[in-house]
């Protein structure tokens, strides 16, 4: 079956710009993660969500990152006024149930210019 | 705070040699722990997970790994590495609060196979 997809692939922004970065999970799936791998480091817990509701936004870096779930599927990590820093393969996971085992997606590799 | 250190940036290896992966974990209580690949471009795909029980784990791929308490290791081997195996590994640890495993990876050892 299809696993976590993640759109665009690849995502490159000029400094200043807005970007939303989408995934869609695996059918079905109740919980949903956003991690942020940065070049030549392990991914950093982002934001959680199960079903709609978005219960720890703690690794959230800054006001700037917002994640939405509005019905409980597909998913999307907005970033206002991107800066260089933000540059990043953000990377979408999902599970069948709360507690279980994460399926990632193939990430979107932002670059910030 | 928990943490996991993986020592090794960079390991080389011959085709058909064997493979041990480092993993040491800093946690307050029992750890989830978990070890994934991710090849480039690709997402990453999970090898094996401790929970409890047994602390020989056996994973995907021929892998498997030793949970051991009392040196908080957590590492990952394989006895006859295949040049497939050529890709980047991280070890995690999923602290299991509220329901949730929020995973904190290590910096990843990315893993040459010679032919």
């Known amino acids: 079956g299809a696993g976590v997809s993640q759109s665009p692939r690849y995502k490159v922004a000029k400094r200043g710009q807005d970007v939303a970065l989408r995934c869609d999970p695996i059918s079905g799936h109740v919980s949903l993660f956003w991690y942020q791998q940065a070049l030549g480091q392990g991914p950093e817990f982002l934001t959680y969500f199960q079903n709609e509701a978005q219960l720890d936004k703690s690794g959230l870096p800054s006001d700037r990152f917002f994640a939405e779930r509005p019905e409980g599927s597909v998913s999307t990590l907005k970033i206002q006024r991107t800066q260089q820093e933000d540059s990043a393969v953000y990377l979408c996971?999902?599970?069948?149930?709360?507690?279980?085992?994460?399926?990632f997606g193939p990430g979107t590799r932002l670059l910030v210019l | 705070a928990q943490s996991v250190t993986q020592p090794d940036i960079h390991i080389t290896v011959s085709e058909g040699a064997s493979l041990e992966l480092r993993c040491n974990y800093s946690y307050g209580a029992t750890p989830y722990l978990f070890w994934y690949v991710q090849s480039p471009g690709q997402g990453l795909q999970l090898l094996l997970k401790y929970f409890s029980g047994d602390t020989l784990v056996q994973g995907i791929k021929g892998f498997e790994a030793e949970f051991k308490r009392s040196q908080s290791s957590f590492n990952l081997r394989k006895p006859s590495v295949h040049w497939s195996d050529a890709a980047e590994y991280f070890c995690?640890?999923?602290?299991?609060?509220?329901?949730?495993?929020?995973?904190?990876f290590g910096a990843g050892t990315r893993l040459a196979v010679h032919p």
């Open positions: 996971a999902s599970t069948l149930d709360v507690g279980e085992t994460q399926y």
């Open positions: 995690a640890v999923g602290p299991f609060s509220g329901g949730y495993n929020k995973l904190i």
